[in-house]
C-alpha cells in the first residue's frame, strides 16, 4: 500500500513539476520503477543477473531501506524474502540466500562483510549495530546426514535451525554459526571460529568449537585510553 502510495505522490509532483496531467507522469513512474525488476528477470539465469534482479528490488523499494550501501557483486535470492533494517552495508561478493520459505532479517546500522553466505532457508535474525567481517558463514539449515546412511547425502533430507544475532555483536573474518545458535547482544565471535552453541550475551568466544574465552566487560579499557575522536559509527566503517 505505501509503494503505490508513493508511486501516486511522485507521478503527482512530476505533473506539478513539468506542467502536464497526471497519467503520463504515472506511466513514466512506472516504467522507471519496474525497468531494474525487469531487467534482472530477463537475466536471472546467471549470477549478474540475480544481481541485478536484486537492484531493481531495492530500487523500487527503496523508501524501505533508507541508506543501504549494497556492493557490487552482492547476491540475493527470494529478496522478498529479506528485511534490512536502515543504514544497512552489505559488502560485494556477499550471499544472502532467504529462500522461498526462509527469511533474513538485518537490523539498522548493520553491515556485513566481503563474501560472506547467509543461508537464511531456516530463519535468521541479525540484530542492529553489529558488524559482520568478511568470509563469515551463517546456516540456518544443514544436510541430514544420519537419517539413513544406506541413502547418499543428497537424498538424507536436510533440517533447519532458525539462527538468532544480538545486538551490538561482532563477527570476526573466517567464523561459521552453524544451525540452531542464538548469539547474545554485545558477544564476540573470534575469528575462524565455529559456533555450535549459544553464545550468552557479552562473551568473547574463540575457536573450535567456539567456547568462552572472556567476558568483555571485565576486559573494558578506561574511557581516557580511547581516541578523543572515539565514534562508534567512524569505527564500524573502519573495520
Ligand atoms: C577474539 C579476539 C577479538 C580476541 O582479541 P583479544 O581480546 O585481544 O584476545 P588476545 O589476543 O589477548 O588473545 C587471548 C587468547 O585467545 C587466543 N585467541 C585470540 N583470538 C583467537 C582466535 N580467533 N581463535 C583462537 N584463539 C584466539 C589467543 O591466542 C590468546 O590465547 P593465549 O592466552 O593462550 O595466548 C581476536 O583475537 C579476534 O579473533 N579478532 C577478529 C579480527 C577480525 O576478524 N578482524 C576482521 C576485521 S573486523
Redesign the pocket.
Known amino acids: 500500500m505505501r509503494g503505490i502510495r508513493h508511486l501516486f505522490v511522485s507521478a503527482v509532483l512530476r505533473a506539478a513539476a513539468s506542467g502536464s496531467t497526471i497519467m503520463p507522469s504515472l506511466a513514466v513512474e512506472l516504467i522507471a520503477r519496474s525497468s531494474g525488476w525487469v531487467a534482472g528477470t530477463l537475466l536471472q539465469r546467471n549470477a549478474f543477473g540475480v544481481e541485478r534482479r536484486c537492484r531493481g528490488f531495492m530500487r523500487s523499494h527503496r523508501w524501505r531501506t533508507s541508506g543501504l550501501q549494497l556492493d557490487r557483486g552482492v547476491q540475493i535470492e527470494c529478496p522478498g524474502n529479506l528485511q534490512l533494517g536502515e543504514n544497512v552495508t552489505l559488502f560485494g561478493g556477499t550471499h544472502l540466500v532467504a529462500g522461498r520459505s526462509g527469511q533474513i532479517a538485518v537490523g539498522d546500522h548493520t553491515h556485513i562483510?566481503r563474501n560472506c553466505v547467509i543461508s537464511g532457508l531456516g530463519g535468521i535474525t541479525i540484530g542492529g549495530g553489529c558488524?559482520i567481517?568478511?568470509l563469515v558463514s551463517i546456516y540456518s539449515v544443514s544436510n541430514h546426514y544420519h537419517h539413513d546412511p544406506q541413502l547418499p547425502i543428497v537424498d538424507n533430507g536436510v533440517h533447519y535451525g532458525p539462527v538468532q544475532i544480538g545486538n551490538d555483536v561482532?563477527?570476526?573474518?573466517?567464523?561459521a554459526i552453524l544451525p540452531g545458535v542464538t548469539i547474545g547482544d554485545h558477544a564476540?565471535?573470534?575469528?575462524?571460529?565455529v559456533v555450535n552453541r549459544d553464545v550468552p550475551p557479552w562473551m568473547?568466544?574463540?575457536?573450535v568449537p567456539a567456547r568462552i574465552?572472556?567476558d568483555r566487560r571485565e576486559?573494558q579499557r578506561p574511557s581516557s585510553l580511547l581516541p578523543a575522536s572515539h565514534d562508534k559509527a567512524t569505527h564500524r566503517r573502519s573495520?
Not at 170 to 175: C, H, N, Q, S
Not at 204 to 207: A, L, M
Open positions: 562483510g558488524s567481517s568478511s561482532w563477527i570476526g573474518t573466517g567464523a564476540v565471535v573470534g575469528a575462524g571460529a568473547v568466544v574463540v575457536g574465552l572472556k576486559s573495520a
